[in-house]
């Protein structure tokens, strides 16, 4: 088959094509890598505390310049808040836009997002329980991880049975989502609107105003392990968008990749919104931004997803943080920032190939 | 290769039988046609007969061992499944659709790579759609959407292509041109297959066996000629059925149809 000459230069055309594809993809890699670190420098001179870049520079690779002086303030600042941040930001920004991906995927639905299961809802409640006990910041994060993997694991053992279809599991994310919801709603019913309900409802929007370098220690590498396991299963996510039995026959293990991917991508979700708080809309939109630029295929969609999520975070959070006095939710800014974009996005590419 | 299903049964519940005691037996290059009316479970067997939905009695076999003890991915290398096409909320293009079906050669961490590609281009070179590579599936024509559900399945490398309905819903034309790619499919290469069918002229024009489904559960499988007569038809589909030969243009033709009021 493959020795004919007619052959060859079918293959020769297709693969000038497959170059130029291949091409566009390093080129937007190498631009993505390239707008997170200049945004990632970029937000850590922003704040209250004005940081110079080469004071940065001073700061983080202390001899690369020896005639910028520092102080001690500016090395605590940069250490101890902007770093932690920035850093937060932007895995916040790639774990909930990756999770949101790959649930989309996995459910075959373009309207699931990472609180689909409920994950989202049952770490809010964690977090709010630990806000009105008063607990300390860290018992608080982990009060919201634990919860949130609670969720996940009533949504395991609702839906199992031997017949278990997709439909069984977001069904059954369903209920627990409705049922943390309204405990959500009796600890804002129960707290005291003085002083309680403000902090519940600010946390309930989002913000990354907490973040410590111990909160970061605990969240990160779950994220970023949660993060590493969808990018290696980013092929087989494109077979677990077919109807079961066409996945099946394609020796794809559906129940295992499924399973996988619900622990991995609740993971994700259970530790963003623990140090975070809520984070609406990244995970909806930013897939959906991926998949117009670079169509469906995971394989894209996932880095793409990877990469505009986390640049999409580190600039709502700056914004967040500098636009005013005090903070503002970050919640509001990924709709309000995000939904023109989101438009804007729409009508010039003609929305996501269908 | 060698498939069999020995005494398959299958029944919803404990009440709703389907079928009952159908044995079978394919090599290559063989093609076995699948024929019944509307609900005597075509589908059903497919998927019994593939280990997709667990035969209530009665085993699949390939090569004399039960499919349920082979590797799944083992399985899924010698078998190459072609459901009824449907397109799923996320569109792909050609390609990306037809690397899917490399999945059964590749690690659960696996990316397709140079060779897979090759394979790929192969597949779509044999099925005749190598210029559609980029398009999105949902910009095909039913027929060509067919053949790249044929391609992708041919992809895995299989010895045994098993395809449900594969020319429903296309015309005349297309009908011809994806009969045509699985016969050649099984003399080029050798592999056997299975088509589910409505068409009893189809099952006559290229199967060498066929199954016929009878709406009481009962099935009989033989060569095609045997099976596929008027009694018969007559039989699993309730309707008077005519079996005649024609000659056009020097070469003979069956035709099988229903008489209406007969």
Redesign the interface.
């Known amino acids: 088959m493959a020795g004919k000459p007619a052959d060859r230069s079918a293959v020769e055309a297709g693969s000038g094509k497959e170059n130029r594809m291949r091409g566009k993809e390093r080129a937007w890699t190498a631009a993505m890598i390239a707008a997170i670190i200049f945004l990632a420098g970029l937000a850590m001179t922003m704040g209250r505390y004005r940081i110079s870049i080469q004071e940065i520079f001073a700061v983080v690779f202390p001899g690369l310049m020896p005639d910028v002086e520092v102080s001690d303030t500016m090395r605590t600042v940069i250490f101890n808040v902007r770093i932690p941040r920035v850093i937060l930001s932007l895995l916040a920004g790639a774990g909930m836009a990756v999770a949101g991906a790959s649930f989309q995927a996995l459910f075959s639905n373009p309207l699931a997002t990472p609180d689909t299961l409920g994950v989202a809802t049952g770490a809010s409640f964690g977090a709010v329980l630990g806000i009105l006990w008063g607990l300390p910041s860290m018992m608080v994060q982990g009060s919201a991880l634990a919860m949130g993997i609670l969720a996940v694991i009533l949504v395991y053992t609702l839906s199992y049975s031997r017949e278990q279809s997709v439909i069984m599991v977001v069904l059954a994310g369903m209920v627990i989502s409705a049922l943390f919801s309204a405990l959500v709603s009796l600890v804002k019913y129960v707290a005291d609107p003085q002083d309680m309900l403000p902090a519940v409802t600010f946390w309930l929007m989002g913000n990354l105003a907490g973040t410590r370098r111990e909160s970061l220690l605990l969240g990160a590498p779950l994220i970023l392990t949660g993060i590493l396991v969808i990018w290696l299963l980013r092929w087989k996510l494109n077979a677990m968008t077919l109807p079961e039995d066409e996945a099946k026959a394609l020796g794809i293990p559906v129940k295992q990749i499924r399973y996988a991917v619900i622990a991995t991508a609740a993971m994700i979700t259970a530790s963003v919104v623990s140090m975070c708080g809520l984070i609406q809309w990244v995970g909806l939109l930013i897939p959906h931004v991926a998949r117009m630029i670079f169509g469906n295929d995971n394989r894209s969609v996932i880095p793409a997803s990877l990469g505009l999520g986390a640049i999409f975070m580190v600039i709502i959070d700056t914004v967040a943080r500098c636009a005013t006095a005090s903070e503002i939710p970050v919640s509001i800014l990924t709709a309000v920032i995000g939904a023109p974009v989101f438009i804007i996005l729409l009508r010039k590419t003609g929305g996501i190939k269908l | 290769m060698k498939f069999e299903v020995r005494n398959g049964s299958f029944a919803y519940g404990r009440k709703k039988r389907i079928f009952n005691d159908v044995s079978f037996t394919l090599e290559e290059p063989q093609i076995l046609s699948v024929l019944g009316a509307n609900g005597a479970g075509k589908t059903t067997m497919m998927?019994c007969m593939?280990g997709?939905l667990p035969w209530s009695a009665g085993a699949s076999y390939l090569d004399g061992t039960d499919i349920r003890r082979i590797p799944?991915?083992k399985?899924?290398?010698t078998?190459g499944?072609v459901?009824q096409a449907?397109l799923?909320?996320?569109?792909?293009?050609v390609e990306?659709m037809v690397v899917?079906?490399r999945?059964?050669?590749l690690g659960?961490?696996?990316?397709?790579g140079e060779r897979d590609?090759?394979i790929v281009?192969?597949c779509l070179?044999?099925t005749g759609i190598?210029h559609l590579?980029?398009k999105?599936c949902?910009r095909l024509s039913g027929g060509e959407f067919q053949m790249v559900m044929i391609a992708?399945a041919l992809a895995?490398e299989p010895s045994l292509l098993v395809l449900d309905e594969p020319e429903s819903n296309l015309d005349f034309k297309n009908q011809q041109v994806v009969l045509e790619t699985i016969r050649a499919l099984c003399e080029k290469r050798g592999i056997a297959a299975i088509i589910n069918t409505h068409f009893p002229e189809h099952a006559l024009e290229i199967s060498h066996k066929s199954l016929l489904l009878f709406s009481d559960g009962t099935a009989l499988a033989g060569e095609t000629a045997q099976v596929i007569t008027e009694e018969n038809m007559t039989r699993a589909f309730d309707i008077n059925v005519r079996i005649r030969d024609v000659q056009v243009a020097g070469r003979g033709h069956t035709c099988v149809f229903p008489v209406l009021n007969g």
């Open positions: 998927r593939l997709l799944s991915k399985l899924w290398k078998i499944y459901p449907k799923s909320s996320f569109v792909y293009t990306e899917l079906g999945s059964s050669h659960p961490f696996g990316q397709p590609r090759q281009e192969e070179e044999m190598a590579k980029g999105l949902s992708r895995g």
